[in-house]
């Protein structure tokens, strides 16, 4: 099984992000680096707007992850409610 | 090809504050969290206030609610305060870019005489209520426990007194910077008959001792039905009588509320979970408001928007109280 990945900038927003991550992503491996933060998982990882809401307490775009985004891996398919990683 | 990062890392002895350790773990903080949890003092005072020596200066007893962990009331929105100026200053711009527009468009000449005297006289005078809202919250934030909800009752209190200038702009937009109708209003607020309820329910509130039934009274009670009188169902009328451009002028007053109802509704929620004796005490001062608030409003509500506006308004605060698991 391959790795998907994503790494943000780590910022205030990004942090919630990856909170978000992480609870809907249990088995996902989080590597703080220096200003950034990588996450990968085996195989599928999901990051889910109405979870990252819960997180910051505000409305939040699915494209406003792009304002944190440093680099991905892996298939992006998408809609309004969330974005999964996964490889075909 | 996988394009791989690869940087030599140092690790930070710590990665927090020693206080949000013992709360969160040790693991980086929030700004949110950094500038909220266990900032103020609990311990240490050197004296009692003169005027309340029954009191510590910073005092868990100075409210019927009684929590374990007074910073249980975390905002959801996550203001501190250079989060809460970024956010309101985007909402500034929003608002003063909706009062250029009204006013460069010169959409006051869309309005009648008789609609800009309605607004002068059931709207404008709300400044005067926006006032005592500023003052109850201010109270909260004074004699509050703990920096959580301290400091979202300081930026409400603060949100009243812009809340007041919008309403007053709205008077200048009117009366061509004159100001006489903001001394129409004031007159209305001090002498027409429908106001004087409302302005005795808010002389009443400024006397209440207990901070946390001001602060409900104030942000859960009174201001639920406020809101739906007078931003929606004034709004609706509006459209009615041909004045659909207000609505433009009233934006910031309809969001701004949407945002302030997730974080008291979380402080509620939050007092309520605590105990049966908390939620005992604040379906008390919930049902006790609701009938001082609907004898205050029913005149103004009737005079401006007719006589089953007050009951719309009141099934709207109980809609939201029993959302909150409260009420009868």
Redesign the interface.
Known sequence: MSKVYI?LQDN?DA??IVEAIEDDNPDAVIQ???A?IRIENSGRLVIRKASVEDK???DWELQELHLSLI?L?GNVSEDEDEMVLHWN | M??E?K?S?LEPVRNVYANLERRFGDK?A??YQEATYDLQSVVNFHYRPLWQPQHELNDRARTAIVMSDWYDFK????FYYGAYVQNRAKMQEIAESDFAYFDKRALKDNLSPKVCDYLIHRLLPLRHAESTANLNNMYGCAFGFGTAITQALLYNAMDRLGIAQYLSRIGLLLDHNSGSSLAAAKDSWLHAAEWQGLRALCEQMTVVQDWFEVVLAQNLVLDTLVFDLFYRQMDDKLVADGARDVALLTDFMRSWNKDIC?WFDAVVKAAAAESDANRAQLNQWIADWRARAAEALAPIASAALGDDALAQALAALDTRVSKLGLGA
Do not use: N
């Open positions: 790494a205030d942090r919630y703080r680096q220096p950034m910051m307490g505000r680099t891996g | 996988v394009l990062i940087t890392a980086a929030s700004r905002d959801p929105r996550q997730r």
